[in-house]
């Protein structure tokens, strides 16, 4: 039962009958417009009556005394009219007994609509640089984007991720002519990306002393944007390598892409665009650089093409734009990207709109904060740079010790504290607004006691391990009275809420809003499980109990699994 629209469709019966004849607001407005109040003493439901004074010329405490004394629904307990407020106390057993069915019979669905089907949404995130080790500082879009791809697919939609991979510039040209002068295929394929970086860090240390080599470097970069085979093989290995080694990390985050079209893979698909550019007459020269001027709106000249004729990200991010519209015909594109482009974004989507591209509406850049580790900033210039691998790693450690520490007789310990260790880094990671900066520390991450990842997931296996000692939940004869009280009916209100929290998080393109959810709902859970005990010999106290310890562990695993956690079912 949508006790939503059910208070709504009241709502509205009450209206029509009270005051006939009048220019009535339509069902839609009216579901808007109820509210969750802050504390449930305050109802359910509210509806404030102030908006209909005018249409009604009535005062807002008229009309809701009015409406107050039309509405007699069986699931209502009681229907108060408060300050031009209606607020709605659903009848706690009936309240307990539809959210915990509805949650149970539509399982993993429970929360999920078909608002998506028929439609794509193309996701732009993690785009990691090759020939550079993963660190940190791409968890945050590697993440986001990955819970907003499952999001988007449990709402129906066709989800298109896409890994842009930073593999343009000078700086391929100078890793080939370091490798042919100082490297072999066997080193660099057995160092990986750690031996592809000495190697630049090499070429870049004896260029100091020998411009020759940057010379040497743009003459290898020029080879590999003719098509030179040799340049173009050495080039695509590197590529591989990269890959290869950043899918450990991928594979250990549960992240997976559609496709690694990154910036060279649209080399030749800029030349169009400049062209289409210059047809709309929108392409300007500025000292020898061709520029789109976006003064007009505030903002600096968008470049295009530079005064030697090279193209830079704006002509890449306009083809790449242009080709995901031609090729998936996305309903909506997200770029996860640090806020720090944001102007880069705000210029790209003015472009397109320019250039007559009636989509650029649906472009929008899921801007996020910066990382900084245990207090200190990231540098990779001063060495200060943590990698990514070594992170999940180390979490994956520290969760085995603890296990060790407190459940030393605990089967399966390595997978557990894979599981802990990962689900602590992703979880601390999209705990806050995506927008705010993050200080990863241990001490908090990894806490089992306070708003984290190990604690939600200790509170999933803990509602596993009461289902399992009960031999599971029972739903032939529950009491659902026996949930009136005030923690038990704090969890049914949560369950009630996922849904609506899951289209809010699709809506603003903030996982956090999952991440908070699921920290409310283990609180709330654990506060009934301390108060309310479940074992007890009154069978339809203890059915009604466990059903809604198994609803609280489903809905809470579902939450974790959209922000890529995993819940381990004994901990």
């Keep these: ?184 295929h066997d080193t660099v394929a057995a160092g990986g990306v750690d031996e592809m970086v000495k190697l630049y860090v090499r070429f870049n240390e004896e260029a100091k002393a020998n411009e020759a080599l940057n010379d040497e470097g743009r003459a290898w970069f020029k080879k590999i944007e003719d098509g030179d085979p040799e340049a173009l093989e050495i080039f695509n290995w590197f590529k591989s390598v990269t890959l290869k080694d950043a899918e450990r990390v991928y594979d250990l985050l549960g992240v997976t892409f559609d496709s690694y079209a990154g910036e060279s893979f649209y080399n030749d698909k800029m030349g169009p665009v400049i062209d289409a550019l210059r047809e709309k007459n929108l392409l300007k020269e500025d000292d020898g650089a061709q520029i789109v001027d976006l003064s007009d709106w505030g903002m600096p000249p968008a470049l295009i093409l530079r005064s030697d004729g090279a193209t830079l990200y704006m002509t890449r991010d306009l083809a790449a734009a242009k080709y995901r519209k031609d090729t998936y015909n996305f309903d909506k594109s997200l770029y996860v990207v640090a806020y720090q482009q944001d102007l880069h974004f705000r210029q790209l989507f003015k472009v397109l709109e320019l250039m007559g591209y009636d989509w650029a509406k649906d472009c929008e850049h899921v801007a996020f904060g910066m990382v900084s580790f245990e207090g200190g900033a990231l540098s990779t210039r001063e060495g200060h740079v943590v990698y990514l691998d070594d992170l999940l790693h180390q979490a994956i450690d520290k969760a085995r010790a603890i296990i060790e520490e407190k459940s030393p007789e605990l089967e399966n310990k390595d997978e557990v504290a894979r599981q802990i260790g990962i689900g602590a880094v992703v979880f601390f990671d999209l705990y806050n607004n995506r927008i705010k900066d993050i200080d990863f520390t241990w001490e908090r991450a990894l806490n089992f006691d306070g708003e984290t990842g190990p604690y939600c997931m200790y509170t999933h296996a803990r509602a596993c391990s009461v289902l399992r000692k009960a031999g599971g939940a029972d739903a032939s004869s529950p009491d659902f009275a026996a949930l009136s009280d005030p923690c038990s009916q704090d969890v049914v209100r949560l369950i009630e809420q996922f849904p609506d929290i899951l289209k809010s998080a699709v809506n603003r393109s903030e996982p956090s809003m999952v991440t908070r959810f699921a920290v409310d709902l283990a609180q709330a859970f654990n506060k009934f499980y301390y108060e309310n005990k479940v074992m007890v010999d009154e069978p339809g106290t203890r059915a009604a109990r466990l059903l809604l310890t198994d609803a609280t562990r489903q809905v809470l695993k579902q939450a974790l699994y959209l922000i890529g956690v995993e819940a381990p079912e004994r901990m």
């Design 1 to 184: 039962m949508d006790f939503k629209t059910a208070v709504a469709n009241e709502i509205l019966a009450a209206m029509r009958a009270a005051f006939e004849g009048a220019q009535l607001p339509g069902a839609e407005a009216v579901a808007g417009a109820l509210e969750v109040p802050p504390d449930s003493a305050m109802g359910d439901y509210a509806f404030p009556c102030f908006k209909l004074s005018k249409a009604l010329k009535k005062s807002p405490m008229m009309i809701a005394d009015a409406l107050a004394g039309a509405i007699h629904a069986p699931f209502l307990g009681k229907v108060e009219s408060v300050k031009g407020y209606l607020n709605f106390f659903i009848d706690k057993a009936t309240y307990a007994e539809k959210v915990i069915g509805l949650a149970l019979e539509q399982g993993e669905r429970y929360g999920a609509d078909d608002s998506g089907a028929g439609k794509t949404v193309v996701l732009d995130y993690s785009s990691i640089n090759i020939a550079k080790r993963f660190h940190i500082g791409h968890l945050s879009t590697t993440m986001i984007g990955n819970s907003l791809y499952r999001l988007h697919k449990f709402f129906g939609w066709r989800a298109v991720g896409v890994n842009h991979l930073g593999d343009w510039g000078t700086q391929f040209g100078k890793m080939i002519a370091a490798y042919k002068r100082w490297g072999d």
